[in-house]
Each structure stands twice: as structure tokens, then as C-alpha cells.
């Protein structure tokens, strides 16, 4: 964290700082060396003497080089810290997509013409999805007979991801599959209430279902969130042929088949809409949003204003340096004289 000082200047690394105990220490510790190899000496000479064995000049030239040594690492732990100055306000801006994933849970979505089911297929698709968007915003939305905003509009992948998984045909009161509503519900909830400037696509809609609707007008659904800049990835899965699914308690047993006119209407009543029959294939969902939703235009998602401050760290690094050199350069070792 920062450290705050006296006006505009600030420390963004202070725990540097921890590196000055150190520099205080040094000189002390080196006279004390040095006053112990000193006493050492004169166990074996005393005055005069000693000076002619090891020469004169011992205890003060190695003090300087310490207490040099001991001020270039006070400025180095100055200059790590980072002291900085003079800040200024800078807007950022984070600039992105909207991802909606408009996901069938009806029970048409449990047959098992696509292993494990159609709903577990599909959600393995929006996971492996989720790990490809960089700075964009995501939502999901379960919808049956009834629509559900499971997760809003985030940046939030582990959110994402923990409602993704949760996400079951219990997740919406009714069964039933009613497309154009779930459409309608999705643009009045998650996007922007302004319309689209001209042809702009701004939105994403990514939706995955096997297309039986129960005449909720799902086309005129698409036309209208056009308006607002939404363009439809419709994704069908199932089996054209269809499948059985077994009767509920209670109930008849129901065949469900893969309605693909219904989803490429839905598709092409956008501008840019993309419709793909996956059936009871697999779609790589990572490539499609590198080559669809990558590389279309990007809007702003996030502003901020923030402060952005001077490096000032230079003011003490060149004086730590010229220091060092300092102590190496100018200040003469202790005199050594052969000992026979």
C-alpha cells in the first residue's frame, strides 16, 4: 500500500524502507569489528611496533568506507521504495463486448442425443467460452416456459462459472420453451435502454437451444433487440430426427427434434447474425468467439479516473550509485605491510 507524505509525494513501495535498518547497522557493526581486530593485534604488539607490522592509518579509513557504504544503501532503499510526486488525473477506460448466453433448460434439453444431455453439452460449450473473454462483460440467462437472469452482466469469471454450473431445469418456475420472450426479457433487463446508432453492433447474444418454440414470436423478438445493436449467435443442438423423452409421473412421454428454420430466422432478423446447426455434433465456441465477437467493434465498458504520479526514483538511485563508486574509488584501503 502507498505511503502518503508531506504534499504531493507519495511512496508506492515503502516496504523498502525495511532495507534502512540494515544501513544504520553497518557502520556500528564494522567499527565494532574493526575495534575487535584491533584488540586482537595487540596481543602480539603493542605502539610502535604494531605499526610496523601492519602499518599506521588502520581504524579510520575502514569507519569512512562504512559509513559511506552505509549512505549509498539508505538512498538505494529510498529509490526501491519509489518515491513519486506531482499526480494528475487520467481517465481509463476498459473497452469490451457484452456476452449474453441465452441457454434452453427446458426438459427437451435432457435428451440424450448429445451426450452426457443437450444442457450438459451446452454448458461445457459456455465454459470452455468463458476462458477466451478477455475484457468483456458476460450474463447468462436460463429460460423454459418462463426466463431467468441467473448471472447479470459481470466481469467475474468465478461467479460466472459457479451459476453456470448450477444452472438445471429447476432454475425456472415453468416449463414449456418460449423463445421470443426470453429474447424480450433478455434486452429489457441486461442491455441499455438507447438504440443503436445506424447498423452499430453492440451485443451479443449467444443462444444455445434445440428451436421448438410455443408461439412466443421469437423473430419479431430478434428484430426488436436489433434495435438496440443485439446481434443473435444462434447455436441449434438436437437431433432432426428427434428423440423420445421418457414420461414425467404422471404424464405422456414427449418426442423433441431439432427446429433449425426457426433458429435461422431468428439468426438473420439481426444484423451480422450467425446461425450454426451443430445437431448432435460439438462446436468449438472459443474459435467462434475469436472470429465473431474478437474482432468486431468494441465499445466502452468501464470508466475510471485515477491518479497517475511522477517516478521520482532516479533522484536517489544516481546518488546510491555515485556512493558506492565512491567508496570504492576514493577512499583508500588500510595500508598492509609484509610481515617476515
Not at 473497452?95 to 449474453?100: L, P, Q, Y
Not at 427446458?106 to 476462458?131: C, E, N
Not at 447468462?140 to 431467468?148: D, K, M
Not at 443503436?196 to 447474444?205: I, K, N, P, S, T
Amino acid at each position: 500500500m502507498p505511503l502518503e507524505l508531506i504534499g504531493t509525494w507519495r511512496l508506492s513501495e515503502p516496504a523498502w524502507l525495511h532495507l534502512a535498518w540494515g544501513a544504520l547497522l553497518l557502520p556500528a557493526l564494522v567499527v565494532w569489528v574493526a575495534r575487535r581486530r584491533e584488540a586482537t593485534l595487540r596481543r602480539f604488539a603493542i605502539g610502535e611496533r604494531l605499526d610496523e607490522l601492519v602499518g599506521p592509518g588502520r581504524f579510520w579509513p575502514i569507519a569512512a568506507r562504512s559509513v559511506v557504504a552505509a549512505a549509498a544503501c539508505l538512498t538505494l532503499a529510498v529509490a526501491l521504495a519509489r518515491p513519486q510526486s506531482d499526480p494528475v488525473e487520467v481517465e481509463s477506460r476498459r473497452t469490451g463486448r457484452n456476452v449474453i448466453f441465452l441457454l434452453d433448460v427446458s426438459r427437451s434439453m435432457l435428451a440424450t442425443d448429445v451426450a452426457p444431455t443437450r444442457l450438459g453439452r451446452a454448458k461445457l460449450w459456455i465454459g470452455d467460452l468463458v476462458t477466451e473473454l478477455r475484457g468483456d462483460r458476460f450474463g447468462l440467462v436460463a429460460f423454459a416456459g418462463t426466463s431467468t437472469v441467473v448471472c447479470p452482466l459481470t466481469a467475474d469469471r468465478a461467479f460466472f462459472r459457479m451459476s453456470l454450473e448450477e444452472l438445471a431445469p429447476e432454475s425456472v418456475a415453468r416449463g414449456g420453451t418460449n423463445i421470443g420472450d426470453a429474447i424480450r426479457k433478455t434486452t429489457e433487463l441486461l442491455l441499455p435502454a438507447s438504440g443503436a446508432e445506424g447498423e452499430r453492433v453492440l451485443h451479443d447474444l449467444v443462444l444455445i437451444t434445440d428451436g421448438e418454440d410455443q408461439e412466443s414470436l421469437p423473430v419479431e423478438a430478434a428484430r426488436a433487440a436489433a434495435q438496440r445493436g443485439v446481434r443473435v449467435i444462434a447455436l441449434g443442438i438436437g437431433s432432426k430426427d428427434g428423440v423420445t423423452l421418457d414420461a414425467e409421473e404422471g404424464g405422456a412421454s414427449v418426442r423433441t427434434r431439432l427446429e433449425s428454420a426457426t433458429l435461422a430466422d431468428i439468426a438473420r432478423a439481426t444484423p451480422g447474425g450467425v446461425y450454426l446447426e451443430v445437431g448432435t455434433g460439438t462446436v468449438d465456441l472459443a474459435r467462434l468467439y475469436r472470429d465473431l465477437i474478437a474482432t468486431a467493434e468494441q465499445i466502452d465498458l468501464e470508466t475510471a479516473t485515477s491518479l497517475k504520479y511522477t517516478e521520482r526514483f532516479g533522484w536517489f538511485l544516481w546518488p546510491a550509485v555515485v556512493l558506492l563508486l565512491g567508496e570504492r574509488v576514493l577512499i583508500p584501503r588500510c595500508p598492509r605491510r609484509a610481515v617476515w
